[in-house]
């Protein structure tokens, strides 16, 4: 009589954590959340004469007092303007192994921390204390750092805090997705899981396949990341923790992909949707560039539009606010820091910075 008590709280308690663990993964997967972009909003647009060439101008950041824009086809890497009034402050940056030289400067790894710049280079991250006024490679060295060899090439440079810097090294076959290094231990780590879409990927794939863009809040609460192939914007706190994933409906579908292996699978005719991003402390801003792999010779693939470039706005719970088509083209933008205005590049107009009126959109 015993031993069929013992059995009966044994099978209550078995079939307890079994509801428990279920439970738990449902909850994990009710996180994502089909969201529906809201009609177009049109804003006003004007421009903004440079007074210096941008001839490559493949990034932007913003932050209450700058705007500085990586131009990497000229002897000067980085223009700077002023906020808001957008007026050219001068350049700072050279390509090069001497002083206040850079010797090989990444786009994405330029960024703000606290009221510094962050700069990306080769083998060393810097961070740089802008002078107040005219601006003409006068900066001062506040910081800097040396990569550790296991992380080259190591981009997407964040500095989290005083102690962590995330980044991603593309090559390097890890279990999560955002890479760690300890600048006081130099341990590196890695976190931020990988999504779930139920997909077979070959473990040294998985990168290629999850490409993805991150940004993080200024104030360094939250990260916000979107991906190449899927139309999926991933919320994380600073410790990894999902807080909200949404997926975006409405946009093209993507193939169904019967190999993922990227030297081998059809992963390079996939639609891409978002490849570029950039944040506030109340929205994120993501540059929606709709392409399509073609094969064009036996050895050769090209991206192909297949629709016009527009921007999705969200607010951090994942919620869509605004979608806007871009009446230029651009390689990359910034948001000002209030969300007044949307500031762009555009290739075939290098004297110039485009500037979106958000006021009426998101700020009604």
């Known amino acids: 009589m015993l031993s069929f008590r013992i059995f009966l709280r044994l099978n209550f308690y078995l079939t307890f954590i079994a509801f428990f663990i279920l439970s738990s993964c449902n909850e994990k997967n009710s996180l994502r959340k089909e969201v529906s972009l809201p009609k177009y909003s049109s804003a006003n647009l004007d421009s903004i004469n440079t007074q210096s060439f941008l001839e490559n101008p493949i990034s932007m950041v913003a932050n ?41 400067a990444t786009p994405n790894g330029v960024r703000f921390y606290r009221n510094q710049v962050q700069v990306d280079d080769l083998k060393k991250i810097y961070y740089l204390k802008l002078p107040e006024g005219s601006i003409h490679n006068n900066f001062t060295i506040k910081e800097s750092f040396s990569k550790p060899s296991n992380l080259l090439p190591f981009n997407q440079i964040f500095r989290l805090d005083k102690e962590y810097i995330c980044g991603v090294n ?33 473990e040294i794939d998985r990168r290629a396949v999850y490409t993805f863009r991150y940004d993080v809040k200024p104030d360094r ?37 019967k190999d993922l292996g ?100 998101i700020n009604p």
Request: aromatic share 16%.
């Open 221 to 257: 609460s939250m990260f916000a990341l979107v991906y190449r192939f899927f139309p999926l914007l991933r919320i994380v706190d600073k410790k990894g923790n999902i807080l909200h994933v949404s997926y975006i409906t409405g946009l093209p579908e993507q193939i169904e992909f």
């Open 64 to 104: 209450d007092s700058f705007l500085v824009v990586s131009n990497f086809k000229t002897d000067t890497l980085f223009r700077v303007f002023s906020q808001p009034k957008c007026k050219y402050l001068g350049w700072f940056g050279r390509e090069g192994k001497g002083p206040h030289e850079f010797l090989m």
């Open 262 to 361: 990227t030297r081998n699978g059809n992963l390079l005719y996939g639609v891409q949707y978002y490849d570029y991003i950039r944040v506030t402390n109340q929205h994120i801003y993501v540059l929606y560039r709709p392409r399509k792999g073609k094969k064009v010779s036996e050895r050769r693939f090209e991206s192909m539009p297949i629709g016009q470039q527009e921007v999705h706005i969200f607010k951090w719970n994942g919620q869509p606010v605004a979608r806007m088509k871009l009446k230029k083209g651009t390689l990359a933008f910034a948001p000002s820091s209030d969300d007044r205005y949307l500031y762009c590049t555009n290739m075939n107009s290098i004297d110039k910075i485009y500037r979106y009126d958000l006021k009426k959109m």
């Open 170 to 202: 593309a090559s390097r076959i890890a279990q999560q997705s955002i890479d760690t290094l300890n600048i006081d231990t130099y341990e590196v780590g890695s976190f931020v899981d990988y999504p779930d879409f139920g997909l077979k990927v070959p």
